[in-house]
């Protein structure tokens, strides 16, 4: 990676930086091994198999009676088939009794179909008989309370008759996740309900972040004379979580080079990236892109787009390791949004093992006029039109009409906080109509 003077330097395109970020990531951060509930929003490095065939033995699908389909040819309702009722099997009881002819068993759902059954008969066409061989309650009475001697059964059982067969979901070791799943809440009832305790997943990335600037100030404390809050600090740490990625603070560091670079080169052996908002631009106190080089190397810091465009991307070499991403965004707020949403986020997924790198895309349909500068892809922060429920509205031609969130320049953090999308707007076109159909990134808020 190398750097010349800016004058000296073209604008990269949006693919041609992202394209030099991702060919320095090898591979996913490594695995681990983590207890199931734990896996989620994690994805799968080694394919799960079923430690046990689901169900895992025949079991009823309904509250009944299980029993023989044969004594039940000849039943009708004007002339049910009676049985006699030998005992009964609770969910998560082993059956007892065996069914033999003329007999039945009182079975709950999810119960074990008890030996000699094929069959079970839903409650509801039955009627429960008392020792005298009379009703001991109305047709279709629940399947609680007391035993029942006997039960009419009203209709022919087909055999099989609301059984769920053993393996009919799974198969004991059938692969159940394939590498590369993204981990939800399906994924984890179906490895639990798998018998799987454990699953092998790529772990978190762990990425530092740091602000810069002497006019920075944590959120809370004075500002004196001429400080200002930081937003980029805690709102880039919350777009690291947002990515699926571990954020480990550096907090705020001054315009000199040297805390800048004690601060990163203390954490180079704890994170796979380090994210630096401001100090990458060409001032007098950028110290950012400096730091970078003493840590390792840098390059890639000027990208056509609007907002951002001074970028810096660097490595920091470990022996035997992977190297450290080093990421310079700019200091405006919104501007470093945009680069994290740009470069950053997608090397934190590939570090995690996604294969998703980019953001739902949309079409969209400008609802006023917009201008850009010249020359670079601008991703202006818009709102979609919803319905009163809160839906998305979309024209005739499924677009969806978006508007303009606020204030577009890169300090304008109110218009960030209400975007719930990012209109593109190619580096060719400098003003756009209303009623002009743009490229649309969906955002988490979408």
């Not at 000296?8 to 695995?31: C, H, K, N, S």
């Not at 046990?52 to 023989?68: H, I, K, Q, V």
């Not at 509205?393 to 499924?398: C, T």
Request: hydrophobic fraction near 45%; proline fraction near 9%; glycine fraction near 12%.
């Amino acid at each position: 990676m190398s750097e010349g003077p800016l004058s000296d330097q073209r604008l990269l395109t949006v693919e041609e930086a992202l394209a030099a970020v991702l060919e320095a990531i090898p591979g996913p951060a490594g695995a681990e091994a983590v207890p199931v509930e734990a896996a989620l929003g994690r994805v799968i490095a080694r394919e799960v198999r079923s430690s046990t065939a689901l169900p895992p033995w025949d079991n009823s699908a309904m509250d009944g009676y299980a029993l023989r389909s044969v004594d039940t040819v000849s039943s009708t309702e004007e002339a049910p088939v009676r049985l006699r009722v030998i005992g009964e099997v609770a969910a998560g009881s082993a059956p007892e009794v065996a069914v033999e002819p003329g007999m039945a068993v009182r079975i709950a759902t999810g119960a074990q179909v008890p030996p000699g059954a094929d069959a079970v008969v839903p409650v509801e066409q039955t009627t429960p008989l008392d020792a005298r061989g009379m009703a001991a309650g109305p047709r279709g009475r629940e399947a609680a309370g007391p035993l029942p001697d006997g039960c009419l059964v009203h209709v022919v059982v087909p055999q099989g008759m609301s059984i769920r067969r053993r393996g009919s979901d799974l198969s004991d070791g059938a692969v159940i996740l394939e590498p590369g799943r993204v981990v939800g809440p399906a994924e984890i009832a179906l490895a639990a309900g798998s018998g799987v305790g454990e699953l092998r997943v790529y772990r978190r990335p762990r990425v530092a972040v740091m602000a810069t600037g002497d006019e920075v100030r944590a959120p809370g404390e004075p500002l004196g004379p001429a400080g200002i809050p930081d937003a980029n600090g805690p709102g880039l740490r919350a777009l690291v979580a947002a990515a699926g990625a571990v954020p480990v603070s550096l907090g705020i560091a001054a315009d000199r080079l040297e805390d800048n670079v004690t601060r990163l080169r203390g954490v180079l052996d704890d994170v796979d990236a380090c994210v630096v908002s401001g100090g990458v631009s060409v001032g007098p106190y950028d110290v950012v892109r400096s730091a970078f080089a003493e840590l390792g190397s840098v390059g890639l810091w000027r990208v056509a787009i609007q907002p951002g465009k001074p970028f810096a991307f660097g490595l920091a070499d470990r022996p035997g390791r992977p190297p450290v991403l080093l990421f310079g965004l700019p200091g405006n707020p919104v501007s470093s949004f945009v680069t994290f949403e740009l470069f950053v986020r997608p090397a934190l997924r590939r570090l995690a093992g996604r294969g998703d790198l980019g953001r739902q895309t949309d079409r969209a349909v400008l609802a006023e006029p917009v201008t850009k500068g010249a020359g670079r892809r601008a991703f202006l922060r818009v709102v979609a039109a919803r319905s009163a429920d809160g839906s998305v509205l979309r024209d005739e031609l499924g677009r969806v009409p978006v508007r303009l969130a606020g204030g577009q320049g890169s300090h304008v953090m109110s218009a960030l906080a209400v975007a719930d999308a990012l209109a593109i707007v190619p580096e060719d076109v400098d003003r756009l109509p209303t009623g002009a159909e743009t490229a649309l990134w969906w955002l988490d808020r979408a």
